[in-house]
């Protein structure tokens, strides 16, 4: 994404807004929230399946944002920049929801009956046609929590393995397998709704 | 008797689950990156100390230690550029906000580090070091074929066995301690803090020590190659190192305020200035 | 190959590809190729979701009010969408542009003293009187540096006292510095002594700016 695209405002491209916004110029930080203000919410929303907890997040990633945007040199993008920063707060946010001696990784693991059945040697019904977004952002949104992170990180938001594992602090074998695990739950969840969808008629 | 043996027995209960608890909020974090020759790191830690030190291989690895979920510890790597900084997410006490840095770099590796706080050390290097710190104690050790800047405002500075580079030293109120430094160019400046010179002034370089009100005190082997000059404006200098007097056009020298002189081939130019300090050369 | 073995190495194929073998049993294997087929599908369809909507404006005004409670911003001229009180000590605004001139006034003011004065050809003459040293009592500071000691104190309290000290400091020595370029013009070594002190002021700023500007 280039740097300088411009801004909802006469004239003022992104690289502008946050070299104002250094300078500590309140129109500059409206400017930048109003251009990343969806993508961060979209991110922590699909993150934690909370509107209220969502909200506050963003609120906390804007501001750590602001509290740091004078040490962007512009190595990255800024929206990466921020991005990164965002997953951050969500993580550091479940962190201190999980018990202290627990790990992140393993309270985010879901419990036996949340997980995928397993799905060998019988007769099975592909997910025919496109899928719908709709239903799969509604998918996402119940998948268990452990799951969720993993595959919002990965397919949704583009994250690697690596990436992943040292943000959850996990292995990148756990983060592949926490991701297959979700794909499967996501094909049962979709495939439920179709037959659902399909007995509705 | 008993409550009093239970009284002592929970307190060292109490004690260790706090120590326990202590450590268990202490939290690691180590970046790893694979650099070219001539790789530049940049540290920047508002609380703590950062440990800089060359070594073999060509990875830098940058470890971290933090001891509270309000400071977090950020790595990123650009081409042959890393930055690692430590960002503050809460306001709290200097004892939450204190992250513990150790560095590992390839000797070639230039390296920034901004520590308000400190201490500061860098060791074994052969690039470009700049070293600021507010109230940090710097020390550079081992240091070859690069340029060492360093800045505090009341941080002492101390370096040891540097050669081949430009040195260029500034404080407020640090002391300064410099020993076996030499270079092309040596240039040491406080306003209140002492300045301390043991070695031999070497290189043929320029060497420049100048203060406002503290005393400079150099020791210099009877071998040292030197043309000296030293001057208090409003203090007082003294010399025990047998310096030849030639002629100096642009220096005249005042009893008790200044002196001059040669010392072997005079091949290093060093200049001592106070403003209202004492200025002392010893011999070794 | 059997389909439990497969769909075992799965996450890792999916990743990375098969070998020939599993190569083999997706081909020849209706189930497994359907799963495959599925778990790509929601994948990709994952890559395409949109960013969905904005957060209510309570967030906005959240990140706002802390803004202000932070000091994290300057109200632009003219608007008064931020309170304006909050740039009046605003040690962040002060801290970049308005500090930079007043450093540079500093060292044009030290340079102004050193240009507009006779240059000698010597380094140092006896002189008859010598400027008595201040650097015991704490010079006097001036607004500026009122205003770098206040943003000090609400930024970081405990290292008020070492600001406070470091600009005695070096006030004293480009007051002493002063004196005896105007008691003595010509003296080179005294008008070098006031462009260091002038420098070390510099720094002193500069390292606030560095520390409390951001």
Known sequence: MAQARKLAGPGLSEAEAIDRAKQGDAESFEALYALHKRRVYSLCLRMTGNTAEAEDLTQEAFLQLYRKIATFRGESAFSTWLHRLAVN???????????????????????????????????DKVLTGAIDRVNLARAIDSLPRGYRLIFVLHDVEGYEHNEIAEMMGCSIGNSKSQLHKARMKLREILKESRAEEAAGR | MPSMCNGVTWSLV???????????????????????PGARVTITNESGPVDVKGAAGRQVVIAATTHSDSVEMDCVQAGNRIQATTHVLQHSDARDSRVEYEVLAPPDTSVTVHAPSG?????????????EGDAAQVEVRNVSNAHVHVRTISGPVSLGNISNGHVEITSLSGDVRLD???????????????????GDFGEGGDYMLVNHSGNIEVTLPATASVDLTARSIAGSVENDFPLQQPSH????????RSFAGTSNSAASSVQLRSFSGKICVKKQ | MNCAEFQKLLPDIMESGGNAEEEAHLKSCAVCSALVQDLEQIAESARLLLPMQDPSPRVWAGIREALEREGLVRPPLGTA????????????????GGH?????????????????????????????????????????IDEDDARLLTAVEQKSPALLPTYRENLDTVNAYIRDAQRRVEQDPDDMGARDHL?????????????AMARFGE
């Open chain 3, 195 to 207: 462009l260091r002190a002038c420098n070390q002021k510099a720094l002193l700023y500069e390292m």
């Open chain 2, 180 to 198: 076996a430094v030499s270079g092309p160019k040596v240039s040491v400046n406080t306003a209140k803090g002492s300045i301390r010179y043991n």
């Open chain 2, 119 to 131: 201490p500061i050390t860098a060791e074994k290097l052969r690039a470009d070091l700049t070293l």
């Open chain 1, 89 to 123: 707060v969500v993580l550091m946010h479940l962190r201190k929801k999980s018990l202290p001696e627990v790990s992140l990784e393993a309270s985010l693991e879901p419990q036996q009956d949340e997980g995928p059945k397993k799905d060998i040697g019988g007769p």
């Open chain 3, 81 to 96: 969408r931020f309170r304006p009180q909050v740039a009046a000590l605003n040690p962040r605004r002060w801290l970049t």
């Open chain 2, 249 to 256: 056009p642009t220096f005249v020298p005042s009893p008790g």
């Open chain 2, 14 to 36: 109490a004690a260790g689950l706090l120590t326990v608890a202590a450590f268990a909020a202490d939290k690691h974090k180590e970046c790893r990156y694979n650099v070219a």
């Open chain 3, 100 to 140: 930079l001139l007043a450093v540079a006034a500093l060292l044009l003011f030290a340079i102004g003293i050193l240009w507009f004065t006779n240059h000698a050809t010597q380094e140092s003459r006896p002189v008859a009187t010598a400027s008595v040293p201040s650097a015991v009592a704490p010079a006097a």
